[in-house]
């Protein structure tokens, strides 16, 4: 068996005439948490409506489980847990009830399992309460709940932390960890909140106005999140080949006036310096720069960034 | 879809709209019913004269339960985007639409018959049937009823899931009603014609359960009221007819703008 659970390849949606996703192509394995990151409006919501099967793609396919065909989606989807926006519950029906109801419509025999998953998320003293005044925070796990009934493989989980308390998102990035390194229990998993993702996630797409800018392990963020090099020299138009040539540096990047930032062999500047030297490249500034993920973020997905890098494709690496 | 129907009896039974309306549906009856029951003599009581002359309000309490449970049921969970959660769980949309469709259907039928026969059960076992109409035309009038009330809330079915706004469809069926009482009077004044009965249900409720041709026969000494005329053989038909190809439209309508549709 593959890997690989979802696959999704040149997945296109059109409304009217503006494209809000557009051709994006992306592999999960089993087991990832990934991280989907991008500004509002990116196109990451809809990603995961198609996912989910609640809004239809204009183009592209999608693949769960190695189904494709509607019905063998609508299986996979079984196997899934959702929490899409605000989570959803009818506001007059207390949380139980709620979940009650989801378990019927599911056929699922296990009436324990109710009780169960509101006392991890919190909520099993709320009783006969309804929804209808239950805070933001509540509500959100009320939705993770609704989402861990199943005892699903893989959680598509739509900005889950967003109202909570710092105490109730360090609760469900306890409660998702486990999940996935207890149940082996696959993560999709979108956020603003950053830096709250770089403590869950093993790889992340990174989306701006609908389209994949960046495909990345953890590792590999880190690395590039980590400290760096900004080096200008008198001649920065020698300086790339030099270190791809003479160092072998193949991570750096050249800023628009010419100077680099370079990311690998960060202990290594005595011997880049005198390489430069040697070659008769005079550095002009030289200073270590401590970039964070918020920065790394901005520098990806912001408006000002148009060049689009493929960066590492997670699928691609595992097929 | 079985899991589906059993989610929505479960929702519906934890509404306090259902217990309102059900309410509102049983005063109304009620004073409809038994108002001036003290002025009234022993052969009005009996239970064949209360079917004759209770169809009009029968059509109005009928037509609303239609129209309130299947906005409730096949819209509620589109209000709050809840039915995104069945999706998102992997049940197909037809079992989704379908799930919902029969369990309107099943609602509406339950409840309509609880409100024909309820009245006419105890003035019935209280009064007798009498000599108004037949019992066999009374089966017939009350069993020819269903196929009106099914293509009627097929309807309502399918401009639920249309709009995905009970508020709207409330609104749209407040003005239909009206239409629906106006329209056919008119036509059937200008012109004798079956054809009102393949566009307006309440036409067809209006033909069967109000009898048009009712006068005094003189029964056991005493002058009683008396249904005249009997259901005409291609007004049966056309009610049949109707019935089943606006159920058939309607549910498929519904169905293929629900299949194609991105519930954002």
Redesign the interface.
Same mark, same amino acid.
């Given at each position: 068996m593959s890997d690989i659970i979802i696959s999704v390849n040149d997945l296109t949606k059109q409304y009217m005439k503006k494209q809000v996703v557009k051709n994006v192509s992306f592999g999960i394995r089993r087991g990832m948490i990934c991280g989907l990151v991008g500004p509002n409006g990116a196109g990451k919501t809809t990603i995961m =409506?198609m996912l989910? +099967?609640?809004? %239809?793609p204009t183009g592209g396919s999608i693949e769960l489980f190695g189904e494709t065909d509607? !019905?063998g %989606?609508?299986? &996979?989807? &079984?196997? #899934?847990?959702?929490m899409?926006e605000t989570p959803?519950? =009818?506001?007059? #029906?207390s949380a139980k009830?709620n979940l009650? =109801? *989801?378990r *019927?419509? !599911? +056929?699922l025999p296990d009436k324990g399992r109710i009780e169960e998953v509101l006392k991890t998320v919190g909520l099993s003293d709320t009783g006969s309460k309804p929804v209808k005044s239950f805070s933001l925070g509540m509500k959100q796990r009320l939705g993770i709940a609704?989402a861990m009934l199943?005892k699903p493989e893989i959680m598509v989980l739509d900005e889950p932390v967003n109202g909570l308390d710092p105490e109730g998102i360090v609760e469900i990035r306890e409660l998702l960890l486990k999940l996935n390194r207890e149940e082996k229990v696959t993560i999709l998993i979108s956020s603003h909140l950053l830096g709250e993702l770089s403590l869950l996630c093993t790889d992340y797409i990174f989306i701006r106005h609908g389209e994949i800018v960046r495909k990345l392990s953890a590792e590999e963020l880190n690395r590039q999140c980590h400290e760096y090099y900004h080096i200008s020299t008198d001649n920065n138009t020698a300086l790339p080949a030099m270190l791809e040539n003479k160092l072998g540096i193949k991570e750096f990047s050249v800023r628009k006036d010419g100077s680099v930032d370079i990311y690998e062999r960060i202990d290594e500047i005595r011997l880049i310096s005198k390489t430069m030297f040697e070659n008769g490249i005079i550095p002009t500034e030289i200073h270590i720069h401590d970039a964070n993920l918020e920065e790394y973020y901005m520098k990806l997905v912001g408006e000002e960034n148009v060049q689009c890098d493929e960066g590492t494709d997670i699928s691609a690496a595992e097929k | 879809m079985f899991n589906v129907m059993k989610a929505q009896i479960y929702q519906l039974l934890r509404n306090r709209g259902t217990y309102i309306i059900l309410t509102i549906a049983l005063i109304f009856t009620f004073c409809v019913n038994f108002a001036d029951i003290s002025g009234k003599n022993e052969t009005e009581l009996v239970g064949s004269y209360v079917l004759a002359n209770s169809g009009s309000t029968n059509i109005v309490i009928i037509s609303v339960l239609l129209v309130a449970f299947t906005a409730m049921v096949c819209g509620g969970d589109m209000g709050d985007r809840t039915i995104n959660y069945e999706l998102l769980a992997g049940t197909k949309r037809s079992d989704v639409y379908f799930g919902r469709a029969i369990v309107s259907l099943a609602v509406n039928i339950l409840f309509s018959a609880v409100f024909t026969l309820l009245p006419l059960l105890y003035f019935t076992l209280r009064y007798g049937w009498g000599h108004t109409m037949t019992v066999n035309d009374g089966l017939a009038r009350i069993t020819l009823t269903l196929l009106p009330m099914i293509r009627m809330t097929s309807f309502y079915i399918m401009l639920t899931f249309l709009l995905r706004n009970n508020f709207a469809v409330y609104a749209i069926s407040y003005i239909l009603s009206m239409v629906e009482m106006l329209v056919p009077a008119f036509i059937s004044e200008l012109f004798d014609t079956t054809a009102t009965l393949y566009i307006f249900s309440m036409d067809c409720f209006d033909r069967i359960m109000v009898p048009k041709n009712a006068g005094l026969g003189f029964f056991d000494d005493e002058d009683i009221m008396v249904v005249k005329d009997v259901i005409d053989s291609s007004i049966a038909y056309s009610i049949i007819i109707s019935g089943i190809v606006g159920t058939a439209v309607f549910l498929l309508l519904g169905y293929a703008v629900f299949r194609r549709r991105d519930m954002n």
């Open positions: =409506k989910g +099967g609640i809004v %239809l509607e !019905k %989606l609508a299986h &996979s989807r &079984s196997r #899934m847990s959702f899409i959803y519950a =009818k506001a007059n #029906m009830e009650e =109801k *989801l *019927l419509q !599911k +056929g609704g199943t | -």
